[in-house]
């Protein structure tokens, strides 16, 4: 049986809060809008690669703790 992962809720406010940075901080670091940040955060929208890269790359993570990971097996 193979494991398939898919992605679960957004922890960017988790991983602002762990460095003490806001959402504005992280607009101004990347030139994204603050709207835009917050749709990821609150998971109306869900990061693309290039987004999920450019992000983790400014707060010092992976792109995989971005999200949680869930787990379901597939046959």
Same mark, same amino acid.
């Given at each position: 049986?193979?494991?398939?992962?898919?992605?679960?809720?957004?922890?960017?406010?988790?991983?602002?809060?762990?460095?003490?940075? *806001?959402?504005?901080?992280?607009?101004?670091? %990347? !030139?994204?809008?603050?709207?835009?940040i917050s749709d990821y955060a609150t998971n109306r929208t869900m990061m693309s690669?290039? *987004?999920?890269?450019?992000?983790?790359?400014? %707060? !010092?993570?992976?792109?995989?703790?971005?999200?949680?990971?869930?787990?379901?097996?597939?046959?």
């Open positions: 049986m193979i494991m398939v992962y898919k992605p679960g809720r957004c922890l960017l406010t988790i991983r602002l809060k762990e460095i003490r940075k *806001t959402q504005q901080w992280l607009c101004e670091q %990347i !030139g994204m809008s603050k709207s835009q690669y290039g *987004t999920a890269m450019t992000i983790a790359g400014a %707060i !010092g993570c992976h792109m995989e703790d971005l999200y949680e990971r869930i787990e379901s097996s597939s046959r």
